[in-house]
């Protein structure tokens, strides 16, 4: 087991960490390049799940190979990290109500119902009213039920068709399945980060010594650890493939006008109030939210028109702070609704 101030579990952490930034910096954006508009957006998704799986499967093939099936510090450690990650899954519905103070609200369910109706989801999700600055999210499970969540500032700050855009897209995380998806593809860096560490530790301790040679065995580990970072970008990347995927369900919805605009919204939002940006970024669920922040400046006011949505889909952004996000910068989420040509898109 690893403990929080083990110097190897932190001295690894920070190795892929910086490997991580340097990724992100240098090849990741040009590869981004390369493959970007080759491929349907179905195809990306297949393509990244089938990159994140075979590494790990890699990964995990060598180091049980070397260590060997039946030692169980490291087969256990691999059920014990899939069981926290279930466990967290299924108690997260929970915690978020209780958190987030959610509360049904008759009124947003009627709107939910419609939404759902218009998309076809035959069991339209409960609809709750939660506290905290702009934004939306969609969880829950088997046990707990499944919610779409809009917060207070988020009902003010739009319009009918605005809300109806981002209820859209919200029940399109559910529609997709999103959150069992991520769950189990988020378990994998987790996995290869710490057998990667085990596997240092058994070496450094001299459990593993009759397993092979002891250098050998750490520079497996730590090709292990930086593995698990670059398997965490593919997640990331994987991440933002969903969020185009549930805009389109959100411009279906409402129009891709409506999508446009509450996003936009949403970002000005941010950009002139800096403790709602710091809330959000410090939530420990902002990667379930339809806004999560990638570094961008925007104008502080709110009369949202064509001129407006065009200046944004026209912004810089960082490569680097995109790549390391689990949301799409909104410049690009813009444009990929501005070329959205709805029931023609090329998804599947």
């Known amino acids: 087991m690893v403990f929080l101030l083990d110097p190897v579990a932190i001295a690894a952490y920070m190795l892929g960490y910086v490997v991580m930034i340097a990724l992100a ?34 990964v995990i093939y060598v180091i049980l190979s070397i260590v060997g099936l039946s030692y169980i510090s490291i087969t256990g450690l691999i059920i014990f990290v899939i069981i926290a990650n279930i466990i967290m899954y299924l108690v997260s519905p929970y915690m978020i109500n209780a ?12 709107i939910v119902n419609n939404v759902a109706q218009r998309l076809g989801y035959k069991k339209p999700p409960k609809a709750v009213v939660v506290n905290g600055p702009p934004n939306a999210f969609a969880y829950g499970n088997i046990i707990s039920g499944k919610y779409v969540a809009v917060t207070r500032t988020m009902l003010r700050l739009t319009d009918r068709k605005e809300l109806e855009a981002v209820i859209g897209h919200e029940i399109g995380h559910h529609m997709h399945r999103d959150n069992a998806i991520m769950l189990l593809l988020g378990i994998l860096p987790s996995v290869i980060y710490y057998l990667g560490i085990s596997l240092i530790h058994l070496t450094l301790w001299g459990g593993n010594r009759r397993n092979g040679n002891p250098g050998v065995l750490i520079a497996v580990g730590i090709l292990a650890i930086i593995v698990s970072f670059i398997v965490q970008i593919l997640v990331l990347a994987f991440s933002r493939l969903r969020e185009y995927f549930a805009d389109i369900e959100g411009a279906k919805a409402a129009g891709k006008e409506a999508m446009q605009k509450a996003l936009a919204k949403i970002h000005i939002y941010y950009s002139r109030d800096p403790e709602a940006k ?3 970024s410090e939530s ?64 599947y």
């Open 284 to 347: 420990k669920f902002r990667t379930l939210f339809i806004y999560a922040l990638v570094e961008s400046v925007a104008n502080p006011f709110y009369n949202i028109g064509r001129s407006e949505i065009e200046r944004l889909m026209r912004m810089k952004i960082s490569p680097v702070a995109e790549i390391l996000s689990t949301h799409p910068p909104i410049p690009k989420r813009l444009k990929f609704l501005e070329d959205l040509e709805i029931g023609y898109y090329k998804v």
């Open 278 to 280: 710091e809330i959000v």
């Open 99 to 110: 958190m987030y103070g959610a509360k049904h609200d008759p009124s947003l369910q009627m």
């Open 25 to 58: 910096s240098t090849v990741a954006p040009k590869v981004a390049n390369k493959v970007s508009g080759r491929f349907s957006l179905y195809a990306s998704m297949a393509i990244l799940s089938v990159l994140i799986v075979a590494l790990t499967a890699s």
